[in-house]
């Protein structure tokens, strides 16, 4: 199994509607692309807040060639819109993790 990990600090400015744009619309066109078999959100604790709330989005495939896919076929045009929507407002790195 392989994770993409997506780490956002989200500006409070926008918080509530940045969040439920993610869940109603981001993470579903995400997993639309048949790319990864499942999703989970975890607000990240014990951290300031004052200038932002921070999130892990994990997306879960079952190959790196899926990945991959995602990469090569999805992922600007799906991370274009955030900049779009949301710019100057947040924070993001991403990792990819192989499970043991």
């Known amino acids: 199994m392989i994770v993409y990990n997506v ?3 989200i500006d409070l400015s926008v918080h509530d509607i940045w969040i439920r744009w993610m869940k109603e619309e981001h993470i579903p066109q995400v997993m ?3 790319c990864f078999v499942d999703s989970k959100i975890y607000r ?3 951290e300031d807040e004052t200038e932002g709330i921070s999130y892990a989005f994990q997306y879960f495939a ?3 060639g899926d990945y991959f896919n995602y990469q090569k076929n999805f992922a600007a045009d799906i991370q274009k819109q955030s900049l779009d929507l949301f ?3 947040y924070t993001a790195f991403r990792s990819i993790l ?3």
């Open 62 to 64: 079952n190959s790196i």
């Open 98 to 100: 192989k499970e043991i």
């Open 7 to 9: 780490t956002v600090k």
């Open 87 to 89: 710019p100057g407002k």
């Open 32 to 34: 639309q692309t048949g």
């Open 44 to 46: 990240i604790l014990q």
